[in-house]
């Protein structure tokens, strides 16, 4: 079946760390989103991607980092310059091309720190 | 830079109530809007979308939602709802961005809980 698979599930951060969360699609989409999730908060669009090697920042994009250098690939780097990062983190892709295309979902990744 | 208000965000519903959960959206463009709900322990998942045409649309499980241009709204509405509707509901819209990108803004999301 096709989808989009993350992990890990649950990832814990030590204080000063790096960590990176992975995102991969068999859909053959082109666009890829990362979104946080907090609760009352809603879902934030942290990096989005329209096609491979290109990349754009979303409301949230301080302290964190991507890159796109497969189509199925979109991995989320978490720096140390991201001060909150405690949340659930979700993946999401969608065909791409103008604006109608909704998106398909991970389960998330949720990250917390030690 | 467009937006999305979801002005419920705790809902208590007995079964066989009526269900309408407001959405609204501050944008002076062109729009898509979709409604997603998240099942306890599941992932986020397409209930209905509105990409233009009739403004009243039909989705799964009895849903539905009406586009207002007017109001920039697009409520979500069931007739009579059930325990397994119990669920968090999104709101959300889609526009694209100077650089032709897709860029899709979800609300903060309305919990719905419907009592036996």
């Known amino acids: 079946d096709g989808g989009i698979t993350q992990s890990p599930k649950y990832l814990f951060r030590k204080e000063g760390q790096n960590v990176t969360l992975s995102c991969e699609q068999n859909?053959?989409?082109?666009?890829m989103y990362w979104y946080r999730q907090d609760p009352g908060q809603g879902l934030r669009l942290i990096y989005y991607s329209q096609i491979v090697n290109d990349f754009q920042k979303g409301d949230i994009a301080e302290g964190y980092s991507v890159s796109r250098e497969k189509k199925e690939s979109f991995p989320l780097t978490v720096t140390s310059a991201q001060k909150n990062p405690t949340a659930f983190y979700l993946c999401?892709?969608?065909?791409?091309?103008?604006?109608?295309?909704?998106?398909?979902f991970g389960d998330g990744t949720r990250l917390s720190i030690l | 830079a467009q937006s999305v208000s979801q002005h419920n965000h705790h809902v208590i519903l007995s079964e066989a109530a009526s269900l309408e959960l407001g959405c609204n959206y501050s944008?002076?463009?062109?729009?898509?809007l979709f409604w997603y709900v998240q099942y306890p322990g599941q992932h986020l998942q397409l209930l209905l979308k509105y990409f233009s045409g009739d403004p009243l649309v039909k989705g799964i499980k009895g849903f539905e939602a009406e586009f207002i241009k007017s109001k920039f709204s697009f409520n979500l509405r069931k007739p009579s709802v059930q325990w397994s509707d119990t669920a968090e509901y999104f709101c959300a819209v889609s526009t694209l961005n100077s650089g032709g990108y897709q860029k899709v803004t979800f609300g903060i999301g309305t919990k719905l809980q419907v009592i036996p």
């Open positions: 944008y002076g463009g062109t729009v898509n």
């Open positions: 999401a892709s969608g065909i791409g091309t103008g604006v109608s295309q909704p998106q398909h």
């Open positions: 859909l053959n989409h082109d666009a």
